[in-house]
């Protein structure tokens, strides 16, 4: 079955500066890959995603990129801010399911 | 107020009880997934459903049911058979059948203590 793994498990940044997390999964056959952002207690929520079909997406100060043969994808966030602080979780899936990664816990500082 | 909804947000039980989760959902969508969320892991897949009176398992359903009688609705209930049932658990749906059918959309949580 699908396995994701997720690096790092932490992430320190300044303020403004960019910051990037990779994931990497084993499917070939996977063909959606997204992104959630996860504050304390609360629920996952979706802020980008990507198909097989398109290398690279682009929301504001959010990107992800795909590479298919090396089975890794990315997301990165420019110009961080506090409030960008939390947990992220990338996700492969196809036919509806989706296997997590184990989480990358970002922490801006101000 | 469309959305996905899940009560309670904090649950406490005795060790040998079954519970039942709600989720509840207004946006029409045809999939609802049960996860299951361990302290610095990821989401773990319990149960899905693509449609009424339809489920199939995931990939840590032992000691978990649910039930889809209604499109809204998917409870899950952790029976006393679930070893380690002291979890955050998360509750999503998706519309199934379009070009988006893959899009998940989270509840807030239902956050399970058993002692």
């Known amino acids: 079955g699908e396995n994701v793994e997720q690096h790092p498990s932490t992430l320190s940044v300044q303020e403004g500066d960019s910051a990037v997390i990779k994931c990497t999964y084993s499917d070939s056959a996977s063909n959606y890959f997204p992104w959630y952002k996860q504050e304390l207690g609360k629920g996952p929520q979706l802020i980008i995603d990507i198909r097989s079909n398109v290398g690279e997406k682009k929301d504001q100060r959010i990107a992800v990129t795909l590479n298919k043969t090396a089975k890794h994808f990315s997301l990165h966030i420019t110009e961080t801010q506090p409030e960008d602080s939390a947990v992220y979780f990338c996700?492969?899936?196809?036919?509806?399911?989706?296997?997590f990664g184990q989480g990358t816990e970002l922490s801006v500082k101000p | 107020d469309g959305g996905i909804t899940q009560s309670p947000k904090y649950l406490f039980r005795k060790e040998g009880q079954n519970v039942t989760l709600s989720c509840e959902q207004n946006l029409n969508h045809d999939a609802m997934y049960w996860y299951r969320q361990d302290p610095g892991q990821g989401l773990r897949l319990i149960y899905y459903?693509?449609?009424?009176?339809?489920?199939q398992k995931g990939d840590i359903a032992e000691g978990y049911s649910v039930s889809r009688e209604k499109k809204e609705s998917f409870p899950l209930t952790v029976t006393s058979a679930q070893k380690n049932p002291t979890a955050f658990y998360l509750c999503?749906?998706?519309?199934?059948?379009?070009?988006?059918?893959?899009?998940?959309?989270f509840g807030p949580g239902t956050r399970l203590t058993v002692t």
């Open positions: 999503a749906s998706s519309i199934q059948n379009s070009p988006n059918s893959y899009e998940q959309y």
């Open positions: 459903s693509q449609i009424v009176n339809d489920f």
């Open positions: 996700a492969a899936g196809q036919g509806g399911k989706l296997i």
